[in-house]
């Protein structure tokens, strides 16, 4: 299947989770034609509860989305498109986007609400528990292991970080894995915050609450595993269409300014996909500013030059 949709929309949104969803409800309200293109991959579908976002407390991250779509799909205005965005080009009215059936779609603006993907260790059974008893955010996992045993699986240096905050939530291992060796300020650091340093290599993982069985033969039980993965975004329609990029500690995110825009004029992102970290709550509020920023750029792009002579 192939074709052009022959409405221009206000704006394109491609990623229908929490933050595209956030970004479409400003454009809304605004009652602004919008489109949102979405997949359906919530990056954190393999979790049974989200915490830490106000209002919405230990929820089901997927009836969170769900009831978000509902209420955005009582606006008039809005189109919800299930598929993948392939391609971005830019139009002399603004952008079009292919979808996955050779469908384009176009948009005065675009907004980038892809996600990112999370790249783990290659340890087997880690993946598995990902989200139910392997963890990257404490702040978001760590209350529900009611001060339970904490493992902290080592990646690179970065994982200092985590250990060092972890034993708020429960005393901690550090399972160095030979991802790196401390060095002896690092390890008086660790010392200072009761952190267990453990150096065997990991053999695998196993149950719910997890079990570490190490190289050596030994096993570990915890209540629950962190680790930092490297993460990606989700989709390359960021990078087709020139928008710079950072590196951060875990990966590289879509480089934006303090209003979601990147440095492409017309293109937005927001997310976890423009972010070094995220979650539920400060994708909504990312994706809130992204929305109503894009909306003054609707309105007063074609009267720069007025305010100008003002």
């Not at 970080?161 to 650091?189: I, R, V």
Request: one cysteine or more; glycine letters at 12%.
């Amino acid at each position: 299947m192939t074709g052009t949709d022959t409405t221009t929309y206000d704006a394109i949104i491609v990623g229908g989770s929490y933050a595209g969803i956030a970004a479409a409800l400003q454009l809304a309200r605004a009652r602004r034609r919008v489109l949102v293109m979405d997949e359906g991959l919530r990056r954190n579908r393999f979790a049974s509860h989200s915490h830490g976002f106000l209002g919405q407390d230990g929820r089901p991250p997927g009836e969170i989305a769900a009831e978000a779509r509902d209420q955005l799909m009582r606006y008039p205005t809005v189109t919800w498109k299930t598929g993948r965005a392939e391609e971005a080009i830019r139009t002399r009215e603004g952008f079009q986007i292919t979808d996955s059936d050779g469908i384009g779609y176009r948009a005065r603006r675009l907004l980038i609400a892809v996600g990112v993907v999370d790249e783990l260790p290659a340890i087997p059974g880690l993946a598995e528990r990902w989200g139910r008893s392997v963890f990257h955010c404490p702040y978001c996992h760590g209350y529900e292991l009611m001060q339970g045993r904490i493992g902290v699986v080592a990646v690179s240096g970065h994982s200092m970080h985590h250990a060092l905050m972890l034993p708020d939530w429960g005393p901690t291992t550090l399972l160095l894995n030979g991802a790196f060796e401390p060095d002896a300020d690092q390890s008086a650091h660790l010392a200072g915050r009761g952190v267990a340093i453990e150096t065997a290599l990991i053999a695998g993982i196993d149950g719910d609450p997890p079990e570490v069985a190490l190289a050596d033969g030994r096993k570990l039980p915890f209540a629950g595993l962190f680790v930092l993965p490297r993460s990606r975004v989700a989709s390359p329609l960021a990078a087709q269409l020139g928008c710079a990029s950072e590196d951060g500690p875990l990966g590289t995110h879509i480089r934006v300014d303090t209003m979601q825009e990147t440095n492409v004029p017309g293109v937005f992102a927001c997310g976890d996909a423009a972010r070094a970290a995220g979650s539920v709550a400060l994708a909504v509020g990312a994706g809130t500013i992204a929305g109503t920023a894009l909306h003054r750029s609707l309105l007063f792009c074609e009267d720069e030059a007025l305010f100008a002579r003002a």
